[in-house]
C-alpha cells in the first residue's frame, strides 16, 4: 500500500523524531557516560547491554531512514524501547537517580515513551510492508 503524500509526510516526521531521540543517546552509550554506566551496572548489563543496545538502537536509526527498511526500523526501535520501559518500570524507575545524586525529572522515561508510540504509528503506517504477515494481515 502506497501511502498518501500527507501520510508520507507524517511517516518521515515520525521516523526522523524516532531517529533522532534514538541517536542523540549513542554518544552517552559508546563514550561510557557515567549516567549511562550507572545505568546499565545498576540493571547488571554493563558494559555488554550498554553498548548491546546502542548497536541495536544504530541499526533501527538507519533502517527507520531507509524508506525499503522502515518496518524492520520500526520492529527493532520497538523491540529496544520496550526492554528500556520496562527497566524504567521494574528496576530504575521513572525518574532515574544517578550515583551522585542528581535525576533525570523523568526525561529518560519519557523519551523513551516517546520513541515507543513514534515506533508504533511507524510501523502501523507502514503495516503491509511487514515482512511475511503484513500483507496477508492487512491486505495488498
Same mark, same amino acid.
Given at each position: 500500500?502506497?501511502?498518501?503524500?500527507?501520510?508520507?509526510?507524517?511517516?518521515?516526521?515520525?521516523?526522523?523524531?524516532?531517529?533522532?531521540?534514538?541517536?542523540?543517546?549513542?554518544?552517552?552509550?559508546?563514550?561510557?557516560?557515567?549516567?549511562?554506566?550507572?545505568?546499565?551496572? $545498576? %540493571? +547488571?548489563?554493563?558494559?555488554?547491554?550498554?553498548? *548491546?543496545?546502542?548497536?541495536?538502537? @544504530?541499526?533501527?536509526?538507519?533502517? /527507520?531512514?531507509?524508506?525499503?527498511?522502515?518496518?524492520?526500523?520500526?520492529?527493532?526501535?520497538?523491540?529496544?524501547?520496550?526492554?528500556?520501559?520496562?527497566?524504567?518500570?521494574? $528496576? %530504575? +524507575?521513572?525518574?532515574?537517580?544517578?550515583?551522585? *545524586?542528581?535525576?533525570?525529572?523523568? @526525561?529518560?522515561?519519557?523519551?523513551? /515513551?516517546?520513541?515507543?508510540?513514534?515506533?508504533?504509528?511507524?510501523?502501523?503506517?507502514?503495516?503491509?510492508?511487514?515482512?511475511?504477515?503484513?500483507?496477508?494481515?492487512?491486505?495488498?
Amino acid at each position: 500500500m502506497a501511502l498518501s503524500k500527507n501520510l508520507l509526510v507524517v511517516s518521515w516526521a515520525l521516523r526522523v523524531i524516532v531517529a533522532a531521540i534514538l541517536f542523540q543517546t549513542l554518544y552517552f552509550k559508546f563514550t561510557a557516560a557515567p549516567e549511562s554506566v550507572y545505568i546499565f551496572s $545498576k %540493571l +547488571g548489563m554493563e558494559p555488554v547491554g550498554r553498548i *548491546g543496545s546502542g548497536v541495536a538502537e @544504530l541499526i533501527a536509526v538507519v533502517l /527507520l531512514m531507509i524508506p525499503a527498511c522502515v518496518p524492520y526500523g520500526a520492529i527493532l526501535a520497538l523491540g529496544v524501547i520496550s526492554g528500556a520501559i520496562a527497566s524504567h518500570l521494574t $528496576k %530504575l +524507575g521513572i525518574v532515574v537517580i544517578n550515583s551522585d *545524586g542528581t535525576a533525570d525529572g523523568g @526525561l529518560l522515561f519519557g523519551l523513551a /515513551l516517546i520513541v515507543f508510540f513514534g515506533s508504533l504509528a511507524v510501523l502501523w503506517l507502514h503495516r503491509t510492508e511487514i515482512p511475511v504477515v503484513g500483507h496477508r494481515l492487512w491486505g495488498r
